[in-house]
């Protein structure tokens, strides 16, 4: 059963639409309650693209790291977004505590009120 804060495998759209790679992804929400449509924000082992005031670092000595699946410590890149349907979802690798997804949901809210 999908659900909000799993990380799951998806091909992941490049930002120029050029091509998709086999990415871990972390479902923020369902996007639709007629579709099988997810907002997922792209995880990527290279912690230096963080964007520090959005993206939010995984670190293999938090509390919750053993349950995402993950190999090493990594970003969830909240500044790469995307709408992937559901049928997309290759496999679910782990997922994140339900404190870390709220608190990732409220900083991606207040960046997108906010006046750039």
């Known amino acids: 059963m999908k659900k909000a804060g799993q990380i799951v495998l998806v091909p992941f759209p490049y930002t120029n639409l050029s091509g998709a790679k086999l990415r871990p992804v972390l479902m923020v929400r369902q996007a639709s309650r007629r579709y099988d449509d997810w907002l997922v924000s792209m995880v990527s082992s290279q912690l230096q693209q963080a964007e520090p005031i959005l993206?939010?670092?995984?670190?293999?000595?938090?509390?919750?790291?053993?349950?995402?699946?993950?190999?090493?410590?990594?970003?969830?890149?909240?500044?790469?977004?995307?709408?992937?349907?559901?049928?997309?979802?290759?496999?679910?690798?782990?997922?994140i505590g339900d404190d870390r997804l709220d608190r990732l949901r409220r900083r991606l809210a207040r960046w997108l009120v906010e006046t750039p």
């Open 55 to 95: 993206d939010e670092i995984l670190h293999q000595n938090d509390s919750d790291f053993p349950a995402t699946g993950l190999k090493v410590a990594s970003v969830v890149r909240l500044s790469r977004l995307a709408v992937i349907d559901g049928g997309m979802l290759i496999g679910c690798i782990g997922a």
